[in-house]
T-cell receptor, first 110, second 113 residues
Framework: RKEVEQDPGPFNVPEGATVAFNCTYS??????FFWYRQDCRKEPKLLMS???SGNEDGRFTAQLNRASQYISLLIRDSKLSDSATYLC???????????FGTGTRLQVTL | GAGVSQSPSNKVTEKGKDVELRCDPI?????LYWYRQRLGQGLEFLIY????????KSGLPSDRFSAERTGESVSTLTIQRTQQEDSAVYLC???????????FGPGTRLTVT
């Protein structure tokens, strides 16, 4: 079983739609969780950290469910510019090494 | 301020040749990471440097791959006797003490012909 699993998609949604991605992780000792965004042929960039209580940043909401070992990302009012691959990222242990999921591809259309 | 830089941005080499890829992390970042990303695939961890500690080499796929880091600055990833399956984008990232926030360079696209 992979450490971090994501549905690869693609998710094709119209502008203005709400879309949600889930990600599961296998190690219950994982401590930190993040969503990164990767545009086509570009490097990954941090989108947001995921906190136990859930957190929101504008149109983006991240949730963590430790009991079920999954993380979610909700995007409201999708924009064309949201089209990208969203990477679920987990840190386990004391080192700062991260494990990246293979990503979920989002395509927002007119 | 300056971000992570990598050179070259593109490298085409013949099978069997050695290549060196360079990464300049953000100044002051103690941790540096190398990843490989094949076309359409996820990030594959290769190696991690943290300060003066021994590097975590657990992701290096074979003994043809090696990496060095000079203090807390430049790192080079060396691939010896390149094979076609080494073709990928090689990404470098660095982070400070704020654990988990990695900043990536633009990558080196390696093509082995």
């Amino acid at each position: 079983r992979k450490e971090v699993e994501q549905d690869p998609g693609p998710f094709n949604v119209p502008e203005g739609a709400t879309v949600a991605f889930n990600c599961t992780y296998s190690n219950s000792a994982s401590q930190s969780f993040f969503w990164y965004r990767q545009d086509c042929r570009k490097e990954p960039k941090l989108l947001m950290s995921v906190y136990s209580s859930g957190n929101e940043d504008g149109r983006f909401t991240a949730q963590l469910n430790r009991a079920s070992q999954y993380i979610s990302l909700l995007i409201r009012d999708s924009k064309l510019s949201d089209s990208a691959t969203y990477l679920c990222v987990v840190r386990t242990g004391t080192a700062s090494k991260l494990t990246f999921g293979t990503g979920t591809r989002l395509q927002v259309t007119l | 301020g300056a971000g992570v830089s990598q050179s070259p941005s593109n490298k085409v080499t013949e099978k069997g040749k050695d290549v060196e890829l360079r990464c300049d992390p953000i100044s002051g970042h103690t941790a540096l990471y190398w990843y490989r990303q094949r076309l359409g695939q996820g990030l594959e961890f290769l190696i991690y440097f943290q300060g003066n500690s021994a590097p975590d080499k657990s992701g290096l796929p074979s003994d043809r791959f090696s990496a060095e880091r000079t203090g807390e600055s430049v790192s080079t990833l060396t691939i010896q006797r390149t094979q076609q399956e080494d073709s990928a984008v090689y990404l470098c990232a660095s982070s400070s003490s704020e654990v988990g926030i990695q900043y990536f360079g633009p990558g080196t696209r390696l093509t082995v012909t």
